[in-house]
C-alpha cells in the first residue's frame, strides 16, 4: 500500500464550477501537506503548503487538512480553464522526505 | 531565464549506454534533488543531496548514480541505461526545511526514452 493515495481521475467540470480533490494517507508522522500544480510538459509547482489542521485559503483555493481521519482536499471555486492541469498533492515526514500522491488530472471545459 | 534548468529536455537512447542528465539552478539553494515520474506512479524520489558533500539514497536508486559537482549542479547518471529507465525525469532544488516545511522548485524535466 502506498504512503499516500490520490484518485488519478481525470476529471472534467464546467468553468465556475467547485472543484475538490483529495488525498489519504496512512502515516500518521506526516506534518506538511502541499499541493502542486503540474501544466502538461513542465515541472510542478508549489500552489499551497499547510502544517495544521484546518483550511487554509489563497484566493479562489483552500486547502483543508483533517490529522484525524488523515485526509486532505483542495479546493478550487469559480473554476477556469486555465486551471485545467495535473494536481499532486504531497507531504514531508522525518527530515525532508516528501512523498507524493500520483495527481488527479481536471480538465475545466468553457 | 529559468531558475532550474535541466539538459537535455529530451533523450532518445539504446539499452546499455551511458546517460547523464544535467540540473543547474540559479536560486541559491543548498538541497537538490531527483525524481522520476511515471503514468500511475507520480513522483518517486531517486537521489537526494542537503549540501556538496551530502548524497542521499531515496526510494528508488537503483540503477542511478548522482554527482553534487557545485551548489548550483546536480547530475544524474544511469550507468548502464534499460528499457524501464523510460520516465520523466526532474530536478528540484529547496532552501528550507523543518519548522517551515520544505519548498521545492522543479526544473522543466528531461523526457528519456531507452530502446
Known amino acids: 500500500q502506498k504512503e499516500v493515495e490520490q484518485d488519478p481521475g481525470p476529471l472534467s467540470v464546467p468553468e465556475g464550477a467547485i472543484v475538490s480533490l483529495n488525498c489519504t494517507y496512512s502515516?500518521?508522522?506526516?506534518?506538511?501537506f502541499m499541493w502542486y500544480r503540474q501544466y502538461s510538459r513542465k515541472g510542478p509547482e508549489l500552489l499551497m503548503y499547510?502544517?495544521?489542521?484546518g483550511n487554509k485559503e489563497d484566493g479562489r483555493f483552500t486547502a483543508q487538512v483533517d490529522k484525524s481521519s488523515k485526509y486532505i482536499s483542495l479546493f478550487i471555486r469559480d473554476s477556469q480553464p486555465s486551471d485545467s492541469a495535473t494536481y499532486l498533492c504531497?507531504?514531508?515526514?522525518?527530515?525532508?522526505?516528501?512523498?507524493f500522491g500520483t495527481g488527479t488530472r481536471l480538465t475545466v471545459i468553457p | 531565464d529559468a531558475d532550474v534548468t535541466q539538459t537535455p529536455r529530451n533523450r532518445i537512447t539504446k539499452t546499455g549506454k551511458r546517460i547523464m542528465l544535467e540540473c543547474s539552478q540559479t536560486?541559491?539553494?543548498?538541497?537538490m534533488y531527483w525524481y522520476r515520474q511515471d503514468p500511475g506512479l507520480g513522483l518517486q524520489l531517486i537521489y537526494y543531496?542537503?549540501?556538496?558533500?551530502?548524497?542521499n539514497k531515496g526510494e528508488i536508486s537503483d540503477g542511478y548514480s548522482v554527482s553534487r559537482q557545485a551548489q548550483a549542479k546536480f547530475s544524474l547518471s544511469l550507468e548502464s541505461a534499460i528499457p524501464n529507465q523510460t520516465a520523466l525525469y526532474f530536478c528540484?532544488?529547496?532552501?528550507?526545511?523543518?519548522?517551515?516545511?520544505?519548498?521545492?522548485?522543479f526544473g522543466p524535466g528531461t523526457r528519456l526514452t531507452v530502446l
Open positions: 536560486k541559491g539553494h543548498d538541497r
Open positions: 543531496s542537503f549540501d556538496v558533500k551530502d548524497i
Open positions: 504531497a507531504m514531508i515526514k522525518g527530515a525532508n522526505n516528501l512523498f
Open positions: 502515516n500518521s508522522a506526516f506534518q506538511y
Open positions: 499547510t502544517y495544521s489542521s
Open positions: 528540484a532544488t529547496s532552501d528550507r526545511a523543518g519548522t517551515s516545511g520544505d519548498t521545492q522548485y
